[in-house]
């Protein structure tokens, strides 16, 4: 079972380049989810989604923007990074029904220069 | 606001000693809970959940929490470490309050076992 996967697992970005970083799961979850972890701050969500082709901003969502088209897959885009990007991001998915649990990928280590 | 709180940074215990990781939660409504758990460079592990019932819940590793309503606490606890416990702990609620239910994290609590 593979789970969510993410990849890449580390970039480096210049200051105003562009990147996606791409989430997978394999468990047929209509539940996404996007969080960004800094050191000593726990984990922020970035974007939500709850079934293909709705998506919706979660608490730190200003630089990114996602698409959900599929059950499978939801990318996070950055548009312009900005060295306040640089952080670890995790996805994670869950079956959106009751009280299931959240399971989360490896993360991708992103660091802006 | 629905809130996590895990008031120690770090918590040092020796191997075979009892660990207590410390929570407290504000939540509007019935709370759901969660004790997850992150080794060096990987992703977060779940280890147990608190939804409805008794009040002690059983999880992963030989992990516990203690849930306690009229203190809105919700302890992660082990009877005897392990050096391999030596992780970073978060615990989470469950935002009843937003569509997605995503999950609302406390800071993280770094746990160290030494032998």
């Known amino acids: 079972n593979a789970g969510v996967t993410q990849t890449p697992k580390f970039r480096i970005l210049k200051i105003g380049q562009s990147m996606t970083l791409q989430c997978t799961q394999d468990m047929n979850h209509n539940y996404m989810y996007w969080y960004r972890q800094d050191p000593g701050m726990g984990l922020k969500l970035i974007y939500y989604?709850?079934?293909?082709?709705?998506?919706d901003k979660g608490e730190v969502p200003n630089g990114y923007n996602v698409s959900r088209s599929t059950t499978e897959d939801f990318p996070l885009r950055l548009e312009l990074a900005a060295p306040s990007q640089t952080s670890v991001y995790f996805c994670?998915?869950?079956?959106?029904?009751?009280?299931?649990?959240?399971?989360f990928g490896p993360g991708t280590r992103l660091t802006v220069l | 606001a629905q809130s996590v709180a895990q008031p120690e940074d770090q918590v040092n215990v020796a191997e075979g000693n009892p660990l207590t990781v410390k929570c407290t939660y504000s939540v509007s409504g019935n709370p759901y809970l969660f004790w997850y758990v992150q080794y060096p460079n990987r992703g977060l592990q779940f280890l147990l959940k608190?939804?409805?019932?008794?009040?002690l819940v059983k999880g992963s590793y030989g992990f516990e929490a203690e849930f306690n309503k009229s203190q809105t606490s919700f302890h992660l606890k082990k009877p005897s470490a392990l050096v391999s416990d030596s992780a970073l702990y978060f615990c989470a609620v469950r935002d009843t309050g937003q569509a997605g239910t995503a999950l609302i994290f406390g800071k993280g609590t770094t746990l160290s076992v030494s032998s």
């Open positions: 989604s709850v079934g293909a082709g709705i998506t």
């Open positions: 608190y939804i409805t019932g008794d009040n």
């Open positions: 994670a998915s869950r079956t959106g029904r009751g009280t299931d649990t959240q399971y």
